[in-house]
């Protein structure tokens, strides 16, 4: 039953991604699209340039640096905080309850994500020109995206074991929290002590508040955004503030699972039995069982921990707005513009590398190791061909290596914003070829029923 009901829950997080990397796709094709084709061209470039305000008299949320956000501006930074909220609510419920949560399970996800975090860092360094400027994007080809291939693996439904899928979802966490990681250590700058300390007075009172059984969504999002305009404006890049929120907000229960199931127990046994004869008969409540009822409800949804019940709140939204919004801005690249020779003497080909040879060698070299070392073993109904083939599917690397493209090198003019380009079209063109040469390969290592 146990195993039952983690697959359940597994399958359906599995038709989320599926769903979303459909829209996802669609923005993507939309952008590409809008930023090549005449006329409508330059409306979308000059589209992302617009000043933004949110304004309480001379007080406006969306300002950095004395000078209002841009569209583009509140979407990586503002919507992506909320992208990356999302992303350590999985991390925090994957760890304490999910394909984390102990060292049989997370042990070979973890070993395979840190070969293919390493791997495509060391091809980016050996094929990228020496530049101190190209060589900033070396974390690009890092990321796994995870809705891109899960929706890969969803072509072939029943056919992959389940354990493929837990492996390929785990690794893209794992993943996720290592491009944290690298964003919080190497993309910060001019760091404002006075600002971090307010960020840090912000992060007590969600803790303290944590330690007090606070246990509203509302009291963590409301500091959640405090926190993020003192992030903006210290110098740490201001998406990391999604992810401290993500691990102040409490996953337990303020009076604990027993006394809510207790409570629930007790409210239905007030209820008479009906017989098999009456059971399609409509029965009219009396106002005690009414309230009764209610409270049945209200104890159901006090069972849901703020964590999960955030969790699932964020669902719809970051799948069908602000990744779908975020790939839209920033998948349009000026194909036009470029030459042939940027595919390969800028920073395009190696990232290309990275994601489809740097991922596979990395995640495929690294869990090896560690099976035949006998740390760990394969997935669940797995063999050697179609786990290989899995992590070919590892370099499709689409949300999270556009983003940190965008924050490698928007910031440093019109050179940049070449070397951004051609990033952008190293991230299309190797998720692209990962995810053609994934289907080829699962098609042929797969069971065929």
């Known amino acids: 039953m146990h195993s039952q009901t983690i697959n359940y829950s597994f399958l ?85 309850v999910g394909e984390l949560s102990s060292r049989e399970k997370a042990l070979l996800p973890i070993i395979g994500a840190c070969g293919g975090m390493i791997v495509p860092v060391i091809l980016f360094s050996i094929f990228c020109p020496n530049d101190p400027i190209m060589q900033r994007g070396l974390a690009i080809p890092m990321a796994t995206d995870i809705a891109f291939s899960l929706g890969v693996l969803s072509v072939f439904k029943t056919r992959v074991p389940i354990g493929l899928k837990i492996f390929l979802a785990a690794l893209a966490v794992a993943d996720d929290l290592g491009g944290i990681i690298v964003i919080a250590l190497f993309y910060s700058s001019d760091i404002n002590f006075t600002f971090l300390a307010l960020a840090a007075a912000c992060i007590g009172l969600m803790v303290a508040g944590n330690l007090l059984k606070i246990r509203k969504k509302g009291f963590y999002i409301t500091f959640g955004l405090v926190l993020w305009y003192m992030m903006l404006n210290s110098g740490i890049h201001a998406t990391i503030s999604g992810v401290i929120v993500a691990f102040c907000v409490p996953a337990t229960l303020k009076k604990g699972t027993g006394h809510y199931l207790e409570r629930i127990r007790r409210n239905i046994n007030r209820f008479p039995v009906i017989d098999i004869d009456e059971q399609h008969n409509t029965i009219v409540l009396t106002n005690e069982q009414i309230h009764t009822l209610k409270s049945i409800e209200s104890a159901a949804d006090k069972m849901i921990s703020p964590l999960q019940d955030l969790e699932d709140n964020l669902h719809g939204m970051i799948n069908y707005f602000v990744i779908p919004l975020f790939a839209f801005a920033n998948a349009g690249v000026a194909v036009s513009g470029m030459a042939f020779s940027d595919l390969y003497s800028g920073v395009a080909l190696p990232v290309m590398l990275g994601l489809v040879l740097g991922k596979f060698i990395g995640v495929f070299s690294f869990s090896w190791i560690a099976i035949k070392l006998k740390f760990v073993s394969l997935p669940a109904g797995a063999d050697w061909k179609s786990f290989a083939s899995v992590c070919v599917v590892c370099g499709i690397g689409f949300t999270v290596s556009m983003f940190i ?13 070449t070397y951004l380009n051609q990033a952008k079209l190293g991230v299309l063109i190797g998720s692209v070829i990962s995810a053609i040469l994934g289907l080829i390969l699962l098609n042929k290592t797969l069971p065929k029923k």
């Open 405 to 417: 493209a965008d924050l490698s090198y928007c910031s440093i003019g019109a050179e940049g914003i």
């Open 12 to 96: 359906s997080k599995l038709k989320r991604h599926v769903n979303s990397s459909v829209v996802l796709i669609a923005c993507t094709v939309l952008a590409l699209i809008c930023a090549n084709v005449p006329g409508i061209d330059s409306w979308y470039s000059a589209l992302w340039n617009n000043p933004v305000s949110v304004s309480i008299g001379d007080f406006n949320l969306f300002e950095h640096g004395g000078h209002p956000m841009s569209v583009i501006q509140v979407i990586n930074d503002f919507l992506m905080a909320i992208f990356f909220l999302s992303v350590g609510l999985e991390i925090k419920r994957e760890i304490r």
